[in-house]
T-cell receptor, first 115, second 113 residues
Framework: DGGITQSPKYLFRKEGQNVTLSCEQN?????MYWYRQDPGQGLRLIYY???????QKGDIAEGYSVSREKKESFPLTVTSAQKNPTAFYLC??????????????FGPGTRLTVT | GQQVMQIPQYQHVQEGEDFTTYCNSS?????IQWYKQRPGGHPVFLIQ?????EVKKQKRLTFQFGEAKKNSSLHITATQTTDVGTYFC?????????????FGKGTKLSVKP
């Protein structure tokens, strides 16, 4: 939505498997983010990247990995080490900035179910 | 670390009633943003407040930033069923890299027609 695509919308995996969620943006934004949303928990930051080839851990990075090889793409891998991977995953981007925090644009999300 | 507390967690109103959600921080905020997430959807940016005491309006929505820049509110006048969703506040986290946001847990609004 609004220049950010996430695929697939729904994803089902068996426990013990790694799975990669796709996030692509054509907004020419420098910054990209991954959030996890659970009922009643709001949005929790997993990883973020302010520039290509650089990324930082968020509040709940354990069991996840990311890469930022291209400006447009920020894939998230949910590894088998993540204890409770079933959740709604949201990718976002912003134009970034040095003094002000710019608004974030969110993708439509991927709902991951692990059984 | 920095946190933003948002209350109430849920609010049920009759259509036509007003609604307010509050966002509070123990630390001074540089700015605050508000987002709306419709059921089954993704968060959408509503507004950003930067100045102390700032008040901004969008039709029936009124956003305020406290004088001390530690709290903010979103008020909806005469709610409609289209207002249903979860409203989040988010504040810049300058403890980490710039551009990172800390989200409140949201207020889920339901409107009975």
């Amino acid at each position: 939505d609004g220049g950010i695509t996430q695929s697939p919308k729904y994803l089902f995996r068996k426990e013990g498997q790694n799975v990669t969620l796709s996030c692509e943006q054509n907004l020419n934004h420098d910054a990209m983010y991954w959030y996890r949303q659970d009922p009643g928990q709001g949005l929790r930051l997993i990883y973020y990247s302010q520039i290509v080839n650089d990324f930082q851990k968020g509040d709940i990075a354990e069991g996840y990995s990311v890469s930022r090889e291209k400006k447009e793409s920020f894939p998230l891998t949910v590894t088998s080490a993540q204890k409770n991977p079933t959740a709604f995953y949201l990718c976002a981007s912003s134009s970034g900035g040095t003094l002000l925090t710019y608004e974030q644009y969110f993708g439509p999300g991927t709902r991951l179910t692990v059984t | 670390g920095q946190q933003v507390m948002q209350i109430p967690q849920y609010q049920h109103v009759q259509e036509g009633e007003d609604f307010t959600t509050y966002c509070n921080s123990s630390t001074t905020l540089s700015n605050i943003q508000w987002y709306k997430q419709r059921p089954g959807g993704h968060p959408v940016f509503l507004i950003q407040l930067v100045k102390s005491g700032e008040v901004k309006k969008q039709k029936r929505l009124t956003f305020q930033f406290g004088e001390a820049k530690k709290n903010s509110s979103l008020h909806i006048t005469a709610t409609q069923t289209t207002d249903v969703g979860t409203y989040f506040c988010a504040a810049a986290n300058y403890g980490g890299s710039q551009g990172n946001l800390i989200f409140g847990k949201g207020t889920k609004l339901s409107v009975k027609p």
